[in-house]
């Protein structure tokens, strides 16, 4: 079965602190991957995705996620937060052999403390 | 330079009585989609159009039905909304190929009273 688990419901960082958000995924082979953005009452924005290649992949504003094959998972980093990166983060999976819908985790809320 | 737009950004209705939500894109994406939202919850997939093929998830309640009339334009329609249908509802677009990326709109946040 398909499943995208996020193990932190909510995080609290200081800004100017480094931020990892975690997230593990069961699937039958290696997906596309994803981690998305949701701030206060707006849509989901795409932060970066992954298929192949380098397991460490660069994203919009600062923030990066690594690949790890051997532990199915695809953490979410960014060295120094900021006040605005407070938001909802998901994580996401999707097929890579077709178009298909996506899953996604249940998110981790991060707030960010001055 | 908003793609992808949904209208009201607000909408109140009443217990029972139908309401539409509506969503538009300028990506002419084939691929439009419904999502619900409920509170720290992740979003849930409704429905999606592949081109004109509507497809439905399997626990999609009756109540919610969906038109798209042409590429750009898709309608949520609940035709009795219930106290639990109050959420955010999400329109997202994509191009139909693997590992498309997904474009949301803002969301119309439907309170039921």
């Known amino acids: 079965a398909q499943s995208v688990t996020q193990p932190d419901i909510h995080i609290t960082v200081s800004e100017g602190a480094s931020l990892e958000l975690r997230c593990n995924y069961s699937?039958?082979?290696?997906?596309?991957l994803f981690w998305y953005v949701q701030s206060p009452g707006q849509g989901l924005q795409l932060l970066l995705k992954y298929f192949s290649g380098d397991t460490l992949v660069q994203g919009i504003k600062g923030f990066e996620a690594e690949f790890k094959r051997s532990q199915s998972s695809f953490n979410l980093r960014k060295p120094s937060v900021h006040w605005s990166d407070a938001a909802e983060y998901f994580c996401a999976v999707g097929p890579t052999d077709s178009w298909g819908k996506l899953q996604f985790g249940a998110g981790t809320q991060v707030v960010v403390t001055p | 330079d908003a793609m992808v737009i949904q209208n009201p950004r607000y909408q109140v209705t009443q217990f029972g009585k139908p309401v539409t939500l509506s969503c538009s894109q300028t990506?002419?994406?084939?691929?439009m989609y419904w999502y619900q939202q409920k509170s720290s919850q992740a979003p849930k997939l409704l429905f999606h159009?592949?081109?004109?093929?509507?497809?439905n998830e399997a626990d999609t309640p009756d109540n919610f039905q969906s038109r798209r009339p042409n590429t750009s334009f898709c309608f949520l329609d609940i035709r009795s909304p219930g106290l639990g249908d109050a959420a955010m509802y999400l329109c997202?677009?994509?191009?139909?190929?693997?590992?498309?990326?997904?474009?949301f709109g803002s969301g119309t946040q439907l309170s039921v009273l």
């Open positions: 990506l002419n994406h084939n691929v």
């Open positions: 997202a677009t994509s191009r139909a190929g693997a590992g498309e990326k997904l474009f």
């Open positions: 699937y039958g082979a290696t997906p596309y």
């Open positions: 159009y592949y081109d004109k093929d509507f497809n």
